[in-house]
């Protein structure tokens, strides 16, 4: 299986920056995309971004220009650098991997970390 640890959350104040990482250990070998995804309250939890392992990368409209993931596959490690950050950034940062399922034909299984809290301060 996966497990998935974040860190780099916390306080900071608007237009600042954090730096996000996720490290992922098990059987990392069979994971397809990797990604942060966050959930404010009263909201339901969003992609922020993603990387599959080819290298594609896909960011939320509200993050492009600010955000940045990057992946290091050959660490398993996946980075999301967070700068000109505004209040509505402020959220629990999951961390999320996808591992295909190799029984059933274009299902996976999904795996999150503990999340990190993001506050910014206004």
């Known amino acids: 299986q996966v497990q998935l640890v974040e860190s780099g959350g916390g306080l900071v104040q608007t237009g600042g920056s954090l730096r996000l990482s996720c490290a992922a250990s098990?059987?990392?070998?069979?994971?397809?995309?990797m990604g942060w995804y966050r959930q404010a309250p009263g909201k339901q939890r969003e992609l922020v971004a993603a990387?599959?392992?080819?290298?594609?990368?896909d960011y939320a409209e509200s993050v492009k220009g600010r955000f940045t993931i990057s992946r290091d596959n050959t660490k398993n490690t996946v980075h999301l650098q967070m700068n000109s950050l505004k209040p509505e950034d402020t959220a629990v940062y999951y961390c999320?991997?996808?591992?295909?399922?190799?029984?059933?034909?274009?299902?996976?299984?999904?795996?999150w970390g503990q999340g990190t809290q993001v506050t910014v301060a206004s």
């Open positions: 098990g059987r990392t070998v069979s994971i397809n995309a």
């Open positions: 999320h991997a996808r591992v295909p399922i190799p029984t059933l034909l274009g299902r996976y299984d999904d795996y």
């Open positions: 990387v599959t392992s080819g290298g594609n990368i």
